[in-house]
């Protein structure tokens, strides 16, 4: 990018969200890290900045968001990417595990653009891009909560694409398939072993910056990224 930039990132802490960071890090940007424990990482980069939210904490947010908006008044990228998965048919959701999921998987992504969205809009030009995912392009066994969470977030890129197509803001959305983080920590699958069976986090982090520095004018709507060999161990 040519321009020095300031991006707020959210779930910054871990995964594809930190590797997106040490990326515009790298570039020499400066990032508003946000999420339960962004305030712990890139401790000695003086262009982060890390902040404490839980974004399943609804009530809190417009609060919180009004706060970092304040303090980083430069803010003109936001990349929204905190979310979590489970995976088990519906009779095994119960119905808190289902608000759960899709408070953080949805509803704190539309929070966030609606306290980004008025801020971004007065920057000549600026960016949204929200990590979505494979499941927001299919559906798949024993993820139906986790990929309506994802085609809701798509859907909700799409328009809101549309709906800023007449400002400076560029929405896009990344999907990625399966990518080697902590996501599949708590899980009962991962990806495959062999380096084609997944996709690295750096990966993503470099479309997010292929988004980012493309030349304003053009937009990346969306792009899916998959492992070349689809492998999933149980
Ligand atoms: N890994 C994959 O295969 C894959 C594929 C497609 C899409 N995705 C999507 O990519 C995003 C990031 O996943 P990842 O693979 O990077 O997983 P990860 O390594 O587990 O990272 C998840 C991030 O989300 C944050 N987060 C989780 N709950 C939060 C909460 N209540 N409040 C604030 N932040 C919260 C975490 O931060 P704290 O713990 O510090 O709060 C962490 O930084 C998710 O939306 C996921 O659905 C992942």
Do not use: W
Request: aromatic share 10%; proline share 3%; charged share 20%.
């Amino acid at each position: 990018m040519s321009r020095q930039r300031t991006l707020l990132i959210t779930g910054a802490s871990s995964g594809i969200g930190y590797a997106v960071a040490q990326m515009m890090l790298n570039e020499g940007h400066t990032v508003i890290g946000v999420s339960r424990r962004s305030q712990h990482v890139f401790v000695n980069e003086s262009h982060y900045y890390g902040v404490k939210v839980d974004m399943a904490a609804l009530k809190t947010l417009p609060e919180k968001f009004k706060k970092i908006t304040q303090q980083y008044s430069s803010i003109d990228g936001v990349v929204s990417c905190a979310g979590y998965g489970q995976f088990a048919s519906i009779e095994e959701f119960s119905y808190e595990q289902i608000q759960q999921l899709i408070d953080l998987n949805v509803t704190s992504h539309l929070y966030l653009a609606r306290a980004m969205v008025p801020f971004l809009k007065k920057h000549q030009s600026s960016d949204l891009l929200f990590i979505g995912s494979e499941a927001a392009l299919s559906g798949g066994r024993r993820g139906a909560v986790y990929c309506a969470s994802k085609f809701a977030l798509r859907g909700f890129a799409q328009a809101l694409r549309e709906e800023s197509s007449k400002s400076g803001l560029r929405v896009s959305i990344v999907n990625p398939g399966m990518v080697k983080t902590e996501f599949f920590d708590k899980l009962h699958f991962r990806p495959g072993d062999e380096p084609e069976n997944y996709i690295e986090a750096v990966d993503v982090a470099q479309a997010v910056s292929m988004v980012l520095n493309a030349r304003a004018g053009t937009v990346f709507d969306e792009i899916n990224l998959s492992p070349q060999k689809k492998v999933i161990r149980f």
